[in-house]
């Protein structure tokens, strides 16, 4: 429903990174990353209108075992097919190339072997990127790698592309530590971007929700499902915690992206009115809208208005 001057997004994108699934343990000893996962998933399903895709960027199996993987694909895609939304993979550093592209895609792959990919979501063309370097955790990208990307780019899509990559590449002033293992040579994929259909550059790799932009373009930083990184953390180096983890949603207009964070830990309520208030309040004239709920001293706003709040 519309009750403002904006009409209905485009697309409705739903970021999810680092769920670092593992096949028999929790994480740390603590971290149910199967949990967090599922959570997720069920914050999305919640959504009107709900997600035309599902792009996870990276560090889907915490040690990259077969196992973990499969159970990756029993979790996401069954619910993202009761959400009629497309799964876009994305390899992270503790993805290992050949169990990756087995597991998720039936191909056979080695060290050397990119998992590079193009989706295309009605008209929203979505480029999966490989940041990650065998047997390390910062990122870079080979020279054949940005070719096939600006042979990609070289052509626009109806409505524009998503760059999603693990390491994204954007500065991390409150958690110095993560810059040793930041994407490399960051320039190199500047040159590549420049002048093209691109509108946004998804990553994960952080633990935490940020923003920035790279070669004009806005960068969002989903945190994970599985733990976070405190960036205030009292006399710490580095700080994981297991709290705060949230999606990013996404919704794409014709001129503009709007950015929206989805925590999964529920909250108590405090205030509210129940679903069924949309109907009557979508059956009245802008006007009468604009007077219940804006004017101050409305029925609504003053409490005359009695509505059950009851969740």
Same mark, same amino acid.
């Given at each position: 429903?519309?009750?403002?001057?904006?009409? %209905?997004? &485009?697309?409705?994108?739903?970021?999810?990174?680092?769920?670092? #699934?593992?096949?028999?343990?929790?994480?740390?000893?603590?971290?149910?990353?199967?949990?967090?996962? %599922?959570?997720?998933?069920?914050?999305?399903?919640?959504?009107?209108? @709900?997600?035309? %895709?599902?792009?996870?960027?990276?560090? #889907?199996?915490?040690?990259?075992? /077969?196992?973990?993987?499969?159970? $990756?694909?029993?979790?996401?895609?069954?619910? *993202?097919?009761?959400?009629? *939304?497309?799964?876009?993979?994305?390899?992270?550093?503790?993805?290992?190339?050949? /169990? =990756?592209? !087995?597991? #998720?895609?039936?191909?056979?792959?080695?060290?050397?072997?990119?998992?590079?990919?193009?989706?295309?979501?009605?008209?929203?063309?979505?480029?999966? $990127?490989?940041?990650?370097?065998?047997? +390390?955790?910062?990122?870079? $990208?080979?020279?054949?790698?940005?070719?096939? #990307? @600006?042979?990609?780019?070289?052509? /626009? !899509?109806?409505?524009?592309?998503?760059?999603?990559?693990?390491?994204?590449?954007?500065?991390?002033?409150?958690?110095? !530590?993560?810059?040793?293992?930041?994407?490399?040579?960051? /320039? &190199? $994929?500047?040159?590549?971007?420049?002048?093209?259909?691109?509108?946004?550059?998804?990553?994960?790799?952080?633990?935490?929700?940020?923003?920035?932009?790279?070669?004009?373009?806005?960068?969002?930083?989903?945190?994970?499902?599985? +733990?976070?990184?405190?960036? !205030?953390?009292?006399? @710490?180096?580095?700080?994981?915690?297991?709290?705060?983890?949230?999606?990013?949603?996404?919704?794409? =207009?014709?001129?503009?992206?709007?950015?929206?964070?989805?925590?999964?830990?529920?909250?108590?309520?405090?205030?509210?009115?129940? *679903?069924?208030?949309? %109907?009557?309040?979508?059956?009245?004239?802008?006007?009468?809208?604009?007077?219940?709920?804006? @004017?101050?001293?409305?029925?609504?706003?003053?409490?005359?208005?009695?509505?059950?709040?009851?969740?």
């Amino acid at each position: 429903m519309q009750f403002g001057q904006y009409p %209905a997004p &485009r697309h409705v994108i739903a970021h999810v990174s680092d769920p670092h #699934l593992l096949a028999d343990r929790l994480q740390y000893g603590v971290v149910d990353t199967e949990a967090g996962l %599922a959570r997720s998933l069920e914050r999305l399903a919640r959504l009107d209108p @709900r997600p035309d %895709a599902l792009v996870f960027t990276g560090d #889907l199996a915490d040690r990259a075992e /077969p196992a973990a993987y499969a159970r $990756l694909r029993a979790i996401v895609e069954p619910a *993202a097919a009761r959400m009629g *939304a497309e799964v876009v993979w994305v390899m992270g550093n503790h993805d290992e190339r050949a /169990p =990756y592209a !087995a597991a #998720l895609f039936g191909a056979e792959a080695d060290d050397d072997t990119p998992q590079d990919r193009v989706h295309e979501v009605d008209g929203l063309r979505i480029v999966a $990127l490989d940041t990650s370097v065998p047997g +390390y955790h910062h990122g870079d $990208l080979t020279d054949d790698q940005l070719a096939w #990307l @600006r042979d990609v780019l070289a052509t /626009p !899509a109806p409505h524009g592309t998503l760059l999603a990559l693990h390491h994204p590449p954007i500065p991390v002033p409150t958690v110095p !530590a993560a810059q040793i293992i930041e994407l490399l040579d960051q /320039p &190199r $994929l500047a040159d590549v971007l420049a002048g093209t259909d691109v509108r946004g550059i998804l990553g994960g790799h952080f633990h935490f929700t940020s923003w920035s932009t790279f070669a004009g373009i806005p960068v969002s930083v989903a945190a994970a499902t599985c +733990y976070t990184m405190d960036p !205030a953390p009292l006399a @710490r180096f580095v700080s994981g915690v297991d709290g705060h983890q949230a999606v990013t949603l996404m919704h794409l =207009y014709d001129d503009r992206v709007v950015h929206t964070v989805v925590p999964l830990a529920e909250a108590p309520e405090v205030t509210g009115f129940p *679903a069924d208030v949309a %109907a009557a309040v979508e059956a009245m004239s802008p006007e009468e809208r604009r007077e219940l709920v804006s @004017r101050k001293d409305s029925p609504l706003n003053t409490g005359e208005l009695r509505i059950d709040t009851t969740p």
